[in-house]
């Protein structure tokens, strides 16, 4: 009788991983649609892509930003580099393919979804494990920087692959996953500065059990010091180049705390603006705050429907505060760490919010697992058959969820072609070593070939010809390229577009401002956002 009960539940297993897999399969060949016919130009990916590519061309870690910048300013590279230095590595291995690059967060999210629930699976029963890895991977944020070239999936699979390796040393007391949590927690710091959240967990977890616990003082010490140990030495290296190459361990900032340290030598700045921008962008859908287009509405837009992740994700809250198992303090936990943060970056662009706190998915998706889980185990024991309605249920809305999200992506990342006009002309046509400014740099880093200078706000926003030459030069700017369907009419001082001024300017001085290039509607009849681009080539040599 107990081989058989053993039988079932193996081939239980089997038969939702083998339905994990269709799915995620499935769901692979729908990001593929996305992404391998549209151009790589979204947001940062033609950064972190084109990071790669130098990186990967030229066999050199660099400490600055090669690509973009002036003669008096420049960026250090000194954010966490593993997502850079990984996609280098595939550059590096295959050559300069944009299709290798495209597949691999397309893997790495695939991988999300099998690491999630073999670890879930092994902490309780494959229903959980099921209900847990088919809504984490259909949250809208991950099947964003899925199809998105960004460090985001990245940063969750680790973090993930620690909160989970955690949770299995608590319930197993198995060292070998302290060892591994520790491991991952520490990939994800070289990933991105946002797994200080997971240290910080660590950290509040451990000195709980060392305070409620005293009487194993000697043991807590001995079993966390290994694990703690790991957590600092493997991203020591990260921290020595820093403070070899910026004379600081850290140049970014953080929340509540700001900059810790003094960040004056991570970046190359000479010059100093008059003016300032109004905003990054206007403040229409994603561009508002995660606070302003309301908080539900933004845990819908980064996560997943209300009524059936949000609500069952409170509702798993509950169940977990009144369990009584070790783990679901250290979620709990990790829970208050969202809520702090949430408070703070919620302020920024809903968009940025999503991908800054990114690394909670897991947590929502455990949660709300849980949550499903103890609901199909009540409704089994009532009446079986209703049991399988709740995992179509979940299967169902994420088939909706992804399908609509992708087909909004799709929509999203089908660039401008006339940007991509202008981008060959200029790597043709423009010298190898000019420096180009536009307010799209990140984007037309990869596919110009070219270095891109910042836009200053001195110089879309000053009014002041004399002043607006005298930045241009100082700089070393050679070419200005205008993407006229930028254009802000109102002037109204963003620093995502130009401003009608700016534009008159520019069309008003031909001798100083050659246009060079232009596609789609001529820029002097543009009196608003138009279609094309227009290239200039600076003639202030002798101003």
Known sequence: MGEKAIEISIKSSLLY?????????????????????????????????????????????????????????????????????????????????????????????????????????????????????????????????TVLFYYANLLLFWITLSLLCFITFLRENNRKFLILSSVFASLALLTNQFALTIYSLFFIYLLYELVVDRKNLNQKIKTYLPFILLLILIPSSYIIRNILAYNTPICFSLPYLKNLFDTSDCKIDKFEEKYKFTGQAIPIGTEATAFSIGFMNYLE??????????????????????????????????????????????????????????????????????????????????????????????????????????????????????????????????????????????????????????????????????????????????????????IDPYNRGYAGNYPISFIRMLVDNPQYFIKVYENGDEIEKCYQMCNGQTIYKLNITDF
């Open 17 to 145: 991983l083998f339905l994990l897999l269709a799915i995620l399969l499935y769901y692979m060949y729908l990001q593929m649609k996305v992404v391998l016919p549209n151009p790589i130009s979204f947001g940062d990916e033609g950064f972190h892509t084109s990071l790669a590519r130098y990186i990967a061309v030229n066999k050199e870690y660099p400490k600055y930003i090669p690509f973009e910048g002036s003669e008096l300013v420049r960026d250090g590279f000194y954010r966490p580099p593993l997502w850079n230095l990984l996609l280098a590595s595939f550059i590096f291995i295959f050559g300069v393919k944009e299709v290798v690059i495209k597949l691999v967060t397309l893997l790495i999210t695939f991988f999300l979804g099998i690491a999630t629930f073999v670890l879930v699976k092994r902490n309780f029963n494959e229903i959980f494990a099921f209900f847990t890895a088919i809504i984490l991977v259909s949250f809208q944020s991950v099947l964003t920087y």
């Open 301 to 486: 837009f980064a996560y997943f429907r209300s009524a059936f992740i949000i609500l069952p994700f409170f509702i798993g809250l509950v169940f977990l505060f009144l369990s009584k198992e070790n783990y679901t303090k250290f979620l709990l936990i990790y829970f208050l760490i969202y809520v702090i943060l949430i408070l703070e970056v919620g302020r920024t662009r809903a968009e940025d919010t999503a991908r800054y706190t990114l690394g909670f998915a897991s947590l929502f998706a455990l949660i709300s697992g849980f949550a499903y889980w103890k609901i199909f185990e009540f409704i089994e024991k009532k009446l079986k058959i209703l049991k399988y309605i709740i995992l179509l249920l979940v299967i169902s809305i994420s088939f909706i969820t992804v399908n609509e999200r992708l087909d909004t992506l799709n929509k999203v990342k089908a660039w401008d072609p006339t940007f991509f006009e202008a981008c060959e002309w200029i790597k043709v046509k423009t010298e190898k070593n000019a420096t180009i400014s536009t307010i799209w740099g990140h984007n037309g880093a990869w596919c110009s070939e070219r270095k891109m200078g910042p836009m200053f706000a001195d110089v879309l926003l000053s009014n002041d010809f004399n002043y607006t030459l005298k930045v241009l030069k100082e700089n070393g700017i050679d070419y200005l390229w205008i993407q006229k369907g930028s």
